[in-house]
């Protein structure tokens, strides 16, 4: 007997470690298929369903009521909000929509006993998702395929999970575990949470419950709060999702805890009057609700009453989420000048604007040094930064049109738009800089040593042209500006005789064509980075130059 209960101890610990490991596994080429695969394309359709806060609430009930598993809605958001296809507030009202879809689960297992399960899509899902991998040629199809393979594996996880615990619901007695009084009701909560997570399934949770209460082995508030913990029980599966995921995913992850928290709290508060009340309701159609209908009426009803709950909530809820789980990156991209009180006063706002800018000029600057260093950074540290340069080059544009609705000088609506402008060119550096990186970690390095010498040396004079186009120079002293001036010169002459010297190789044989190639791409884009930065210097410089005259011009009129 010790013998058999070592095996069964070890079963369990082992289909727990294998089905969460195919889960994580699932969850992450889910995520990198649909970043990779959908693009701009699958975000407009996304966005057309969940633009409003309506049409991602019925999104939510109708996919989840249609495949009968909250969970695929949930984790499949989550993956869509990981891999930057749904913001946050689109994300947070499909969830709420998937806690009411999956009642739906509770009407078929009350009314006639049947229930779809997603798993059974498990397998066919990977081996479809690996065949659309391994022989298309495409690169969208490919990592649909991949996005596919991960979906049917994440399930598969979740199918094994739910293998290990197999025979729990069969050897476990909920009656005997019925206490009276509220003590007695989170008792059962508990318990209702707990078998959702052991078994990875709220349907079967569910099913116990019903059939205890139509046996009458507990009574129908025990019932109903083990109904409430079978809810509160899903949420574990959304955190599991998220470890090692984006802080957006997390956010919406945490915005399905709260959901489900706050509605079990109250749900359970007013549990024995909500259950009256609907008793009655139902009642007075003259015929008595069967105790598995009722509390199946009860999960519907409990979830929009949290969706109702949600809607004054929800806001709040959204911004405090969005100052969580933050990155270095999300803080870079945070605004630190852009004030709504100054876009009212163009004045203020056009010093603001240039703040703001050379914040995002620091942050080009920085990354394109990395990016022209001998040893080029680890792939996806520039990645993040440059995300949080276009998410700030955005932030500086839509405050730049807010100030421009309010009547201004002519001379500050110039400066406001060349600090737009200005914002583009640092831009544009801090994405070169990311695509000059990822192209240096691709090469081979199988240049001849006197060309590798010419090429640093090359990056050398562009590190110090750009270190100079970074530097602000004294008001009215020029010979800091001609400095850099030459240094952009010096890299435009070296240029030619780089790209010559390794034309030469690959013509030669000593150096690969497609090495060669993707030395030429290296150095234009570097070339074309020290253009861009030295083009944001000047119109920076003329800038200052514009609001020094425009300061005299005023003192001169006080006066």
């Known amino acids: ?55 991602a609430l019925a999104s939510g009930m109708g996919v989840t009521a249609l495949v009968q598993s909250s969970s695929a809605v949930t984790v499949a958001t989550i993956g869509f909000a990981n891999a930057g296809l749904l913001t946050l507030g689109q994300s947070v009202w499909v969830i709420f929509g998937s806690n009411v879809g999956t009642t739906m689960t509770g009407w078929l297992v009350a009314l006639i006993g049947f229930n779809i399960r997603i798993e059974a899509f498990a397998l066919p899902a990977i081996g479809i998702g690996a065949l659309l991998y391994l022989f298309m040629k495409a690169a969208r199809p490919r990592y649909l395929g991949l996005a596919l393979a991960g979906f049917g594996l994440l399930f598969f996880g979740i199918d094994v999970l739910r293998e290990a615990f197999e025979g729990l619901s069969a050897t476990f007695d909920l009656g005997a575990l019925a206490r009276p009084g509220f003590l007695g009701l989170v008792i059962m909560v508990g318990i209702g949470a707990l078998l959702t997570v052991l078994m990875q399934s709220s349907s079967a949770s569910m099913a116990m419950a019903l059939t205890a209460a139509m046996s009458g082995a507990v009574p129908l508030e025990a019932a109903a709060a083990a109904v409430i913990g079978a809810n509160l029980g899903t949420t574990v599966k959304a955190l599991l999702v998220v470890i090692g995921a984006t802080p957006n995913a997390k956010r919406v992850a945490a915005a399905h805890v709260i959901f489900n928290g706050l509605t079990a709290i109250v749900a359970l508060l007013i549990l024995p009057w909500f259950l009256a009340a609907i008793a009655w309701i139902w009642g007075s159609t003259g015929e008595a609700p069967a105790p598995a209908v009722l509390l199946a009426l009860f999960h519907t009803a409990f979830n929009l009453l949290g969706v109702a709950l949600m809607v004054p909530v929800a806001p709040p809820m959204i911004r405090w989420l969005q100052t969580r789980f933050r990155t270095i990156e999300e803080d870079i991209a945070r605004p630190q000048y852009l004030d709504r009180s100054s876009s009212g006063v163009p004045d203020l706002a056009l010093q603001s604007l240039i703040q703001e800018t050379e914040r995002l000029a620091d942050i080009g600057h920085s990354m394109a040094r990395e990016a022209l260093q001998t040893a080029p950074p680890a792939a996806g540290i520039l990645d993040r930064r440059r995300l949080a340069a276009e998410q700030l080059t955005q932030a500086i544009a839509d405050f730049a049109a807010n100030t421009a609705n309010h009547p201004m000088p002519e001379q500050v609506g110039h400066g406001i738009a060349e600090a737009v402008r200005i914002a583009r060119y640092h831009r544009e550096v801090a994405i070169l800089a990311d695509d000059i990186a990822d192209l240096r970690r691709q090469s081979s390095g199988e240049e ?75 150095i234009s884009m570097a070339r074309r980075l020290v253009t861009q930065a030295a083009k944001a210097r000047r119109h920076t410089e003329a800038l200052r130059a514009q609001i020094r005259g425009l300061r005299k011009a005023l003192t001169e009129e006080d006066a």
């Open 1 to 55: 007997m010790p013998e058999a209960e070592a095996v069964s101890t070890y079963a369990l610990i082992a289909g727990f470690l294998g089905g969460l490991g195919l889960f994580l596994l699932g969850m992450t080429l889910l995520t990198d298929g649909l970043k990779t695969a959908g693009g701009k394309a699958l975000q407009h359709i996304l966005g057309q369903w969940t633009r409003t806060r309506p049409r």
């Open 448 to 522: 001849r040593p006197i060309v590798t010498e010419q090429r640093r040396a090359w990056q050398e004079q562009a590190i110090r042209a750009l270190d100079l186009c970074n530097l602000e120079a004294d008001d009215g002293d020029n010979g800091h500006d001609l400095a850099a001036a030459e240094a952009v010169d010096t890299v435009e002459t070296t240029y030619a005789e780089l790209k010559a010297a390794l034309l030469r190789e690959g013509t030669f044989g000593s150096l690969s064509m497609a090495e060669m190639e993707r030395q030429l791409r290296i």
